[in-house]
């Protein structure tokens, strides 16, 4: 919770812009040895490790093992924009992870120690948030073992580029693009500047196919470069493929540029190997808060899929229509197998989604599992052409809300920030979830940052249980004559700029009644919650004695493992934390020396080896937290 309602609203508005082996061996005692070799555990987006060394009997005894810094960090009067969101993947017996400013780091998975590092120097002109999520790893089965390159670990940047270096030196490979890097700016138009357009997420391997989407800056102007999503081929960096989310009957373009201003996929890709199926979860057209001028509503804010051979779309399901409110599809599909009462098993996907929903579709088809109905939602305020109704689930039971918030809504430590909320929350414009932008302020909850974001959600398939992190933040902001092609929302090429109005209290909370943030256990045969606990205290963010245990505004995720725990920081205070998966249950919390807005990993290299948690500590700049460049590994005595 930040100190000053001034400094919340400035965090609030910069948020808002803001064939694989599965790693698993089994030990002639029966355990498993679990590795982490891709951004989410394997393709399906898990996030589940089989290890069960760190049991929640033990888990307190955790203790640091070692510690790496990135060296990537802000000089004093710097840019103030980094954001250490990364998780390491365990390769090769190594472990690569990049800093916010794409340093590649190979590290030695039981000391820390550094093997190699390669500096990729992207320029960031442009960019809001300087962030890099993870790296990914590919293995030529045609290449001879130990020649250089056979082994490749790939990265995209800030600044569109993609990056294959080689695993055992971190060179560039040569035969790949120019000089060991494909420029992605490559057929896209005009770009103003460098770091308006880039790569945020680790690409996703299929096969010999390196697939990335783009990071657009939202909120920026009408003409942008256009979402395509591209496979590379893995040893050339040749277009396999490319697929831009413009309507079906969109005219083909000039063939020389991708279509303009299209939905982007920012988030990372899952994949079904075996169905030949990729999962994008999909951005909003430009612009946001504003509807476009072009027809690219059809796959935005949606799931689609593609056959990966091909890159042509199979199906598509769209979780918000004609978006204004910048409601993206935030976070990696997650891919299970559903349990039905009866006992069928059918292959499903869960995806998160910035209003707090979670729509469980079945994956070969994308038809609901669990019911989803229309609701009528405003379409007043400023613009036309709105949808009338969106769609919402009716399980699983997860939910931001589906009414207005009222005055009874309203929060306050005391007495006298409760009435002065209750008094500015009274004047917004309120049609509930989806308000449109009015002239005059409005509602906006939730806010952009969701929700859930692109911390997502993890699965533990032996107890059946889907564990998800959320926030619940109220907002308020308004459409203003344009003033310029200045700040966070300029909207360049419409009438308007985006202001956001001050929803926090006196004291610099939320107006809102927490938990501001959540941690919840969902069973996923019937949908149901099996538990719900706040996320985070107020500590290391606001002053004593305010301090409670109120959940806090988070952003990172969780994992799961076989021993029962689930694992996460995220949140703004400085903890990281293990929770027992059945009950919700807080087993273990340590302090870190900078929040860990990112998502943890495990692995354990051999039967006789000890098992580590892994996270980077760095903060993020649009918290306006402690930063730091921190990787920390937690192992028993």
């Not at 939602?377 to 009338?388: N, Y």
């Not at 959600?457 to 310029?484: C, E, F, K, M, Q």
Request: glycine share 10%.
């Amino acid at each position: 919770m930040p100190k000053t309602g001034n400094r919340c609203l400035a965090v609030l508005a910069l948020l808002l812009l803001c064939a694989c082996d599965d790693g698993k061996r089994h030990d002639t005692r029966g355990g498993v040895v679990d590795g982490w070799p891709v951004w989410g555990h394997t393709q399906s987006g898990q996030r589940y490790s089989a290890n069960t060394q760190i049991t929640p009997e033990n888990v307190k005894d955790l203790k640091v093992a070692w510690t790496y810094r990135t060296g990537d960090l802000d000089p004093p009067g710097g840019t103030k924009r980094l954001a250490f969101e990364a998780t390491p993947i365990l390769v090769n017996n190594t472990l690569y992870l990049c800093s916010p400013r794409s340093r590649i780091a190979a590290l030695d998975p039981v000391t820390g120690k550094e093997k190699w590092m390669r500096d990729l120097k992207p320029d960031t002109d442009g960019s809001t948030v300087i962030v890099c999520r993870g790296v990914s790893y590919w293995k030529d089965a045609q290449a001879q073992a130990g020649t250089m390159c056979s082994q490749r670990i790939f990265a995209g940047t800030i600044d569109g580029k993609m990056w294959a270096l080689d695993a055992d030196t971190g060179k560039p490979c040569a035969d790949f693009g120019k000089g060991g890097r494909v420029d992605l700016h490559d057929n896209l138009g005009f770009i103003e500047k460098p770091g308006l357009y880039g790569v945020s997420s680790a690409p996703t391997i299929v096969g010999d196919k390196v697939i990335t989407g783009s990071k657009i800056i939202d909120f920026h102007h009408v003409d942008m470069p256009g979402g395509v999503v591209r496979a590379l081929d893995a040893r050339s960096g040749a277009v396999v493929w490319a697929f831009t989310a413009a309507s079906p009957n969109a005219p083909p373009g000039d063939g020389k540029t991708y279509p303009r201003s299209t939905p982007n996929v920012w988030a990372p890709m899952s994949v079904d190997v075996g169905r030949k199926l990729i999962y994008l979860p999909t951005g909003t057209p430009q612009i946001d808060a504003v509807l476009g001028k072009g027809d690219w509503d059809y796959y935005g804010s949606a799931v689609v899929a593609l056959n990966t051979d091909t890159g042509a779309p199979v199906w598509r399901y769209q979780f918000v229509r004609k978006d204004i409110w910048d409601y993206d599809t935030p976070a990696q599909p997650l891919l299970f197998d559903y349990k039905s009462p009866d006992g069928k098993s059918i292959p499903a996907l869960a995806q998160a989604t910035k209003m707090g929903y979670i729509f469980v579709l079945n994956r070969q088809t994308g038809a609901p599992i669990f019911p989803v109905k229309d609701i009528p939602v405003s379409t007043a305020g400023v613009q036309k052409g709105l949808s009338p109704t969106q769609p919402f689930p009716l399980l699983p039971e997860h939910q931001i809300t589906t009414t207005r918030l009222t005055e009874k809504d309203m929060f306050g430590f005391a007495l006298i920030d409760k009435w002065d909320c209750q008094r500015r929350f009274s004047k917004l414009k309120n049609d509930g979830i989806f308000t449109p932008f009015y002239g005059e302020s409005s509602v906006d909850y939730p806010v952009s940052i969701g929700g859930m974001d692109w911390g997502g959600l993890t699965y533990d398939p032996r107890r059946n249980i889907l564990v998800v992190n959320s926030n619940s933040i109220l907002g308020a902001h308004h459409l203003s004559p344009h003033a310029g092609p200045e700040g966070y929302s300029p909207l360049i090429g419409t009438p308007f700029s985006q202001v956001y109005d001050n929803m926090m209290s006196i004291f610099g909370a939320p107006c809102n009644a927490p938990p501001w943030g959540k941690l919840a256990g969902i069973d996923m045969t019937s949908g149901k919650k099996v538990w719900e606990v706040p996320l985070g205290t107020s500590r290391d963010e606001a002053p004593w004695p305010l301090w409670f245990n109120t959940g806090v505004p988070n952003q990172g995720g969780a994992i799961t493992t076989a021993s029962g725990l689930t694992f996460i920081a995220a949140t703004t205070d400085r903890y990281f934390r293990a929770f027992a998966t059945e009950t919700g249950k807080e087993l273990w919390r340590v302090s870190l020396p900078a929040a860990g807005q990112s998502m943890p990993m495990t692995y354990r290299l051999d039967a006789s080896g000890k098992q580590y948690v892994v996270l980077a500590a760095g903060g993020h700049s649009a918290l306006r937290n402690k930063q730091g460049d921190y990787v920390i590994a937690y192992a028993l005595p």
